[in-house]
């Protein structure tokens, strides 16, 4: 019984006291400790579309792709951004929305970062064997975790900024899950039922400022870096993120590819294990690791320059395409 109290208090706290994990959303949080192991609900089933983020003449919208256009989903949703469609639980009535969207020509547009956002970016380090034994890290029991700021994102076909401060700028492709629902302490079993869908991210990194100590912050977080898109392709199209493989091209040149079945923790078991040390909140967005094959453990070296085209593949999902600017 005591139990029982302890979590109507947890809930009740954040609803008097104004505590984040009780926003109006949060107050629904799934938690297999309030729950009695019971698995969460499913987010309401979409059909297959591809959500986009992005600034037109009218300033940021969001919208689904349709070709070689965009449905602008803003005005007929209701929904200023993806981020809140995907928290309302909203995403499963695009289809009634299409036909009261405006049609824009994606050459005409900018893309943003798909969650343009987000309230956490975390990221994980050395999650495939290949890139474990080429930095020289030891095996964990854990996920590495470390986070990115939601500033220092740019979105498809945007500059990636190498800085004054470094040459050292390497790349990083990775699988993108964006979180569905707000949850707490999941199961490796039941996490996937809290995704609302991927994408994929470029997590690139200015080395020299990554080693001053053990901590990767400073150069995970430069301004212009962190590359998120080029789109959302929702959960119902990809049912098994370990059936996906990962490819980057840096000039048309791999180097990088990899099935991300070969990760050391799949999604399922970073989910679980990131839920157990705070709250997913939907739109926090899980970058889940990169292969082997970065640049900074090349002979010679290879970092980008200005110049540069790098472009991150996931055919399940597009491709992630950027040029390469000095600061």
């Known amino acids: 019984m005591r139990r029982g109290i302890s979590v109507v208090w947890f809930c009740l706290r954040g609803a008097i006291f104004g505590d984040r994990i009780a926003s109006p959303e949060a107050i629904g949080t799934w938690s297999r400790r309030?729950?009695?192991?019971?698995a969460p609900h499913r987010l309401a089933k979409v059909e297959w579309m591809k959500l986009a983020s992005f600034k037109a003449a009218a300033g940021p919208s969001w919208g689904v792709i349709e070709g070689d256009r965009i449905l602008d989903l803003m005005e007929a949703s209701g929904h200023p951004t993806l981020q809140?469609?995907?928290?309302?639980?909203?995403?499963?009535?695009?289809?009634?929305?299409?036909?009261?969207?405006?049609?824009?020509p994606i050459s005409d547009l900018e893309w943003l970062p798909v969650v343009t956002h987000p309230g956490k970016i975390l990221c994980i380090g050395h999650n495939y064997e290949s890139h474990r034994k080429e930095t020289g890290r030891a095996k964990t029991a854990h996920p590495s975790v470390f986070v990115r700021f939601a500033d220092s994102?740019?979105?498809?076909?945007?500059?990636?900024?190498?800085?004054?401060?470094?040459?050292?700028?390497?790349?990083?492709?990775?699988l993108a899950v964006v979180i569905g629902r707000h949850c707490r302490e999941v199961a490796a079993q039941d996490a996937l039922d809290v995704v609302a869908g991927y994408s994929i991210y470029n997590d690139a990194?200015?080395?020299?400022?990554q080693w001053h100590t053990t901590q990767f912050t400073p150069g995970k977080n430069f301004a212009g870096t962190g590359a998120f898109g080029p789109w959302l392709v929702t959960a119902d199209e990809i049912e098994d993120p370990s059936s996906l493989r990962v490819t980057t091209r840096l000039n048309g040149v791999v180097m990088q590819d990899q099935p991300t079945n070969e990760m050391i923790f799949p999604v399922s078991d970073i989910i679980a294990y990131i839920s157990q040390f705070t709250v997913l909140a939907p739109g926090d967005v899980i970058v889940s690791g990169t292969p082997g094959g970065v640049g900074a453990k090349r002979e010679p070296p290879?970092?980008?320059?200005?110049?540069?085209?790098?472009?991150?593949?996931?055919?399940?999902?597009?491709?992630?395409?950027?040029?390469?600017?000095?600061?």
């Open 302 to 327: 290879v970092w980008m320059k200005p110049g540069d085209i790098v472009e991150v593949e996931i055919p399940a999902i597009g491709t992630l395409r950027n040029p390469i600017v000095a600061a």
């Open 153 to 174: 994102q740019v979105g498809h076909r945007q500059p990636i900024v190498r800085p004054a401060q470094s040459t050292m700028l390497d790349y990083e492709g990775e």
């Open 34 to 38: 309030a729950t009695g192991n019971a």
């Open 84 to 104: 809140s469609a995907i928290a309302a639980d909203d995403l499963h009535k695009v289809h009634d929305w299409k036909a009261l969207a405006p049609s824009l």
């Open 205 to 209: 990194s200015v080395r020299d400022w």
